[in-house]
């Protein structure tokens, strides 16, 4: 089961620290960075973390290559006067003290003029350590009364459900899926985006266990399993309901378990008579004897684990299929055992005091600033809602390149009355609509604090070299414009430590001892008896204490409070019309060798991914004469972009897969795939939608050269 636990050589002018990887990724490894004359030299995993085992992903295992690239901001910029914002733009060289200065003067500029909510903070998960994340930060624009930002790009419809349906972000222990008899992969591209549980279910796999991939995409997961289901997107709900109905209907359920500890059964047993497996079988186009089969087999298994990614909901229906999914391991009991259940995160066994990182409290009494969803960034911007965003603050993420709706986001971007900063490590395409732009740290050059979303275990990561050129650190940056600000309060003159100690100081038995000094000696385990088998007696966080079938919260809510399939909005039943106009139905998943747009302007990864493409069916593509190696027009009433064509059966015919995030410019016409996406919300969490997203393909009639 080991990958590679071989101990490295170290040269004798080499230095090795633990660094941890800060990226948005369940994994959050433990990297070993050598250092030869204070550079970062070479990574490697560390072979002592129970999940790292020794080996890192396509992306990282030459980190340097990012620390050091021709792309890094090495010293604060500032936009020259009477360039126009977007590419192209020319930035002179500022010193900090007056990059601040021009901060804090717009800032109270937007202040006096608009009040503190035209203030917004832009920022996602850059980083997931939680000094750099979310403190100083929190604190600066809590204390301003800003507009706060509701961070919901990512993972938010599945997080909802979770919580609805099991009280929070849990799951199995990864460290127990070898146990399990079947293993599901259901909407998660592991072998790209999250590889190190795959040696555990490998060695479930070698022990007997058949393992099911769930996915639209024949994506590179696709070789590690026994089976693919190449379900139609946004009908995995329709598909966990009708197993649900297998499973009852043939009394392959747990009764005591259904007795004891869920909530709402005899609605279950009722509700999913509507999905018979024929039924589902038209909506998802799978068999009906797949899915029957698939049922019986899940039930039988002792037990299963259900690894689910955040594929599924990305959709309009997506909290709805996660909450589907999610009830599976109650109804048959397989959280009664070591390896069973499901898990989409594992983040909330870590306890962290947030209160005491981001300090709402500081809020100024009698102010509510509103909140803005950040996948309605483009609207925000354009909207002359009361007050109008006046100054953006960009930091820990890319907006340009990312966000839903890009024609939108940049067309906001570029309005000649805002004012925009961006913190960044590189020059990206935000920092093209930037006034000033300040350069950030890696988690080799600062100090944080590490939970993981898919393993348990914390750890503290400490600087392996010094800042390159000029960046600083988040959490420094904002301290100096809280200085310029004026604002005095004892929050601001927190170091790293302090808010490390604050964070761990949340309590509870499973964060026992697990202090600054611990951390140090290396990566921490929350105390759990092992094998740790969470709900193998119910416990959990849900209003009833059981998993909630039904939820009298959700009602309150004015959502169905059972589960349901609805089409997604862009879909042949969810929108027929717009289906004849736009008859393809357009997933833009991870790709291999970037990581959502961070690694996109190495030329390792770019070589790596070759070009900008899009999967299409034989007969998609025959119907269009496209072939293989052909330039295709995209496009759709929100934008177009040209990819490349690759065609094959790595997707079902009515479906098309592009991998992201290239770089707008690097681009052939210098247009990001998400001026195709839609800024349309989740069911629930408010989350982004990304693959749902139907449009048109044509073969292009200019034949573009494209070179880097
Ligand atoms: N290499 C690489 N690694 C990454 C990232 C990256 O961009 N590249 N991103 C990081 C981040 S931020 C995240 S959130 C995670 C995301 O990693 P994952 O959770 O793996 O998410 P995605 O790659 O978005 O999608 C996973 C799979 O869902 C499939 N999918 C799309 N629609 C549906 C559907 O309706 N039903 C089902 N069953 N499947 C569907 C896609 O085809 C894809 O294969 O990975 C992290 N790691
Ligand atoms: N079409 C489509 N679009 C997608 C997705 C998709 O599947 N399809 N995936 C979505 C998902 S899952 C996510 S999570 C989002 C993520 O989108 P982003 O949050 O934008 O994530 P990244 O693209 O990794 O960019 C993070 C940026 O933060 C910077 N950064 C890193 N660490 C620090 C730091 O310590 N300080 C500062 N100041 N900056 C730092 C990095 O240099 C990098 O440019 O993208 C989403 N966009
Ligand atoms: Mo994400």
Known sequence: MTATTTRPIIPLQQTVHKVVCPHDCPDTCSMLAYVEDGRVVRVGGDPDHPL??????????????????????????????????????????????????????????????????AVLPYSYAGTMGIVNYGSMDNRLFHRMGASLLDRTICSSAGEAAMKYTIGGNYGY??????????????????????????????????????????????????????????????????????????IINERLYDEEYVDNYTHGFEQLRERVQEYPPERAAQITGIETEVITELARAYAAAKPAAIRLGYGMQRHTNGGMGVRAVYMLPALVGHWRYAGGGTLLSTGNFVKINWNAVERPDLIPAGQHPRTINMNELGEALLTTANPPVKALYVYNCNPASVTPDQGKVLQGLRRDDLFVAVHEQLWTDTTDYADIVMPATTSFEHTD???????????????????????????????????????????????ERTIIEQALSAGGAQ???????????????????????????GGFATPSGKVEFYSEQMAADGLDPLPNYTPIAESPDGSPELHQRYPLNLISPAAHHFLNSSFSNLERSQKGEVEPTIELSAADAAVRGIVTGDWCRVFNDRGEVRLRAKVGDTVRP??????????????????????????????????????????QVEKASLVLSFEF
């Not at 002179?92 to 503190?116: C, S």
């Not at 004892?490 to 170091?495: I, L, P, V, Y």
């Open 52 to 117: 790292t085992q020794g080996f890192l992903c396509a992306k990282t295992n030459r980190y340097y290559e990012r620390i050091y690239s021709p792309d890094r901001v090495l010293y604060p910029m500032r936009r020259k006067v009477g360039s126009p914002k977007g590419p192209g733009s020319e930035f002179e060289r500022v010193n900090w003290d007056e990059a601040i200065a021009v901060i804090v003067a717009n800032f109270q500029r937007v202040i006096a003029e608009d009040g503190p909510q």
């Open 654 to 695: 009515g479906v098309a897969c592009t991998l992201t995030l290239w770089w707008t410019r690097d681009t052939p016409d210098h247009t990001g795939i998400n001026v195709l996406t839609s800024d349309r919300l989740t069911d629930m969490g408010g989350g982004a939608t990304f693959h749902t997203n139907l449009v």
């Open 173 to 246: 222990d990864p460290e127990e899926v070898t146990k399990a008899e079947m293993v599901i992969i259901w909407g998660a591209n592991m072998a790209s985006t999250h590889p190190h549980s795959i040696p555990f279910i490998k060695e479930a796999q070698r022990r007997g266990a058949r393992v099911v991939l769930i996915d639209p995409h024949r994506s590179r997961s696709a070789s590690l399993s026994d089976q693919l289901i190449m379900l139609r997107p946004g009908t995995d709900a329709a598909f966990a309901l009708a197993m649900m109905n297998v």
């Open 449 to 495: 604090l590490y939970r993981a979303y898919g393993h348990l275990y914390v750890q503290l990561s400490e600087p392996a070299i010094a800042p390159v050129g000029e960046s600083k650190p988040n959490i420094e940056v904002f301290r100096l414009i809280a200085q310029g600000m004026g604002y005095t309060d004892s929050a601001f003159d927190d170091d």
């Open 511 to 537: 964060m026992e001892g697990i202090t600054w000094d611990k951390l140090k000696q290396g990566p921490q385990r929350i105390r759990t008896p092992r094998p740790f088998i969470p709900f193998g007696r």
